[in-house]
């Protein structure tokens, strides 16, 4: 019982902790807005509430999130706000990767306390040298990056004990990168995902993450270490994605009630009160269904992920059910401006907002609803895809 109480005042105090957040960067949503990017006010609020650490080891001393909570936690903020919501998310989803790497680099990221950002598009160009690497590339869509000490990107190298070149992370200092601050986007305009410039930047052998590795077995390199941790236990990427559904749930949720609230308080010019039209009574019944179905598939996405382990799993199931539950969050945004008609149109209305930055989810490369469905029914006939999650 002691147990259940203390997992209920985490859970509460985890909570508190996102709607503090999404209260705050919905205040500044127009301004992220125009900005391209949330203020150093909001990551600030981020950094104090030790957002960054919730998906880390015990060993250094947080509390070591639950996938539920997690999930609930990344959905209040989307609630509010969903670029907050979205570096809420990978601010501390980013961690788990870093809880991969060789203990020595681990402690000295988690200890300096920085955000970690990362893009793990195999596109940088990997050239050996005495004792490391030399790193180049042009990445972009680097999320959060404007507040991050640390970065991850991603290459093809090939290494003696495989046969073929396979997709690598490469843990970077920002310090020694150069950002290009050119963020100008439909949606999410306050993610501040800006491009990154890696010119010839040195690394260590110890500073490069094999995600192969990590599919063949979800445990960290050194022989002592946390077996409970969560990560160690799920599949990777599985975890390492289930953020965008989680926050896709809680925008569209938001847009459900504003919807409501909306038609319920407006009269067409021809005198019939909106919320008497069989049309508007039809769209908030269909969206309320499509939200349900939506929670119960994020739901069973992660039974799935407390079921599998960290052992074999089915990664084009993943992708298809979370493609899924985005693609439902879209439709409710969609449908709901379309139906609430031009005032909803304008800049800054609450509507146009969540529904450009669900658009803005849904383009993701995990998240595209196409590519997962048709994965999933190749699987499905039996017909290897390689999706890992």
């Not at 250094?60 to 609630?79: A, C, E, H, K, N």
């Not at 990997?126 to 000490?149: H, Q």
Request: proline share 4%; charged share 25%.
């Amino acid at each position: 019982m002691a147990v259940l109480v203390e997992n209920k005042l985490l859970f509460n105090e985890i909570i508190e902790k996102a709607k503090r957040i999404g209260e705050a960067a919905e205040l500044e949503a127009l301004q992220a807005d125009q900005n391209a990017t949330i203020s150093e006010n909001i990551a600030n609020i981020i950094r104090n509430e030790n957002i960054h650490r919730l998906i880390l080891p015990k060993e250094y001393g947080y509390p070591q999130l639950d996938w539920r909570t997690f999930v609930d936690m990344v959905s209040t903020v989307g609630y509010y706000n969903l670029s907050a919501a979205w570096l809420t998310y990978f601010f501390s989803v980013h961690n788990a990767w870093v809880s991969y790497l060789p203990k020595p680099l681990r402690d000295e990221i988690v200890n300096q306390g920085g955000f970690v950002a990362d893009v793990f598009a195999p596109i940088g160009q990997v050239e050996k040298c005495e004792g490391g690497y030399y790193v180049s590339g042009k990445y972009n869509f680097v999320s959060g990056i404007n507040y991050c000490d640390w970065v991850g990107v991603g290459a093809m190298m090939k290494f003696d004990d495989s046969e073929k070149p396979e997709r690598v992370g490469i843990c970077l200092k920002v310090s020694d990168l150069e950002v290009v601050k050119n963020w100008d986007s439909l949606g999410l305009r306050g993610s501040g995902s800006n491009t990154l410039i890696v010119d010839k930047v040195f690394v260590k052998p110890e500073s490069i993450l094999r995600f192969s590795k990590i599919i063949e077995c979800s445990q960290p390199p050194e022989k002592d270490f946390d077996q409970d941790y969560l990560y160690y236990n799920t599949p990777f990427y599985p975890g390492f994605y289930v953020g965008f559904a989680a926050m896709a749930v809680g925008g569209a949720e938001r847009v459900l009630q504003e919807f409501e609230k909306h038609t319920a308080g407006r009269i067409r010019f021809s005198g019939v009160v909106e919320k008497e039209s069989p049309t508007s009574q039809r769209v908030l019944a269909e969206l309320s269904i499509e939200m349900e179905s939506a929670k119960a598939l994020l739901n069973q996405y992660i039974v799935m992920m407390e079921q599998d382990k960290g052992g074999p799993y089915e990664g084009a199931r993943y992708k298809a059910i979370r493609a899924a539950i985005i693609d439902k969050c879209v439709n409710i945004g969609v449908k709901s401006l379309l139906t609430l008609g031009g005032h909803a149109l304008l800049k800054g209305h609450p509507v146009e907002l969540f529904a450009r930055d669900l658009i803005a989810i849904a383009t993701h490369i995990t998240s595209l609803y196409e590519d997962g469905i048709y994965g999933y029914g190749r699987h499905l006939f039996g017909i290897k895809t390689g999706i890992q999650g």
